[in-house]
């Protein structure tokens, strides 16, 4: 993939389209050894961007995955909804082409099932953003906590544990 920066930008206003790709490509090596190693499908959990990967891992690879579980993650318009979108549109790049790529890859949905935790105090990602409107076997499960909190909460911790301790015949039967 070739990504070239727009009229009197840099290479900066490009990292989000040239990082999240190459990233993707190592979790996905990742997500293949580990189901390999376990001869079964993984639980893929993300946080912020960890949760659009881990999302696209299961997109990409979903006979690996079984099942999603992200954390104040921007699954609808990425950046843009978040508190860096003005730091990214004053580095040039077109949040807008951002999202209509986004909304492209969320026509092909997710099989695999997914559990969006998010926050309406987020403070990082606007909650809706977190709402998964594509996949057909999603829980949304609202939590009180700042985005920074969406990694040290009991909560999430107890939602995540509930989550995963549910055997994979249960979990793919809500599918």
């Known amino acids: 993939m070739l990504v070239l920066p727009g009229f009197g930008t840099g290479d900066a206003s490009t990292a989000v389209l ?13 997500l293949d050894h580990i189901a390999a190693e376990a001869r079964r499908p993984v639980a893929l959990i993300g946080w912020s961007l960890g949760g659009v990967l881990a999302r ?11 099942l999603v579980i992200t954390l104040g993650s921007p699954v609808i ?20 082409a951002v999202e209509a790529q986004i909304e492209d890859r969320n026509r092909q949905p997710l099989a695999t099932p997914v559990t969006a935790i998010y926050s309406r105090s987020d403070g990082v990602v606007a909650w809706r953003a977190c709402i998964d409107r594509h996949t057909p076997d ?7 906590v700042t985005h920074l909190g ?25 599918a």
């Open 56 to 66: 696209e891992a299961a997109r990409e690879r979903p006979a690996a995955a079984r």
């Open 18 to 30: 040239r990082d999240v790709p190459a990233l993707l490509a190592r979790v996905l090596e990742r």
């Open 150 to 174: 969406l990694g040290f909460s009991p909560r999430v911790f107890e939602i995540i544990a509930k989550r995963l301790a549910r055997p994979e015949a249960a979990v793919r039967a809500r």
């Open 77 to 96: 318009g990425g950046p843009k909804y978040t508190a860096v979108a003005g730091f990214y549109r004053l580095q040039g790049l077109d949040l807008d």
């Open 138 to 144: 999603v829980d949304h499960v609202e939590v009180a």
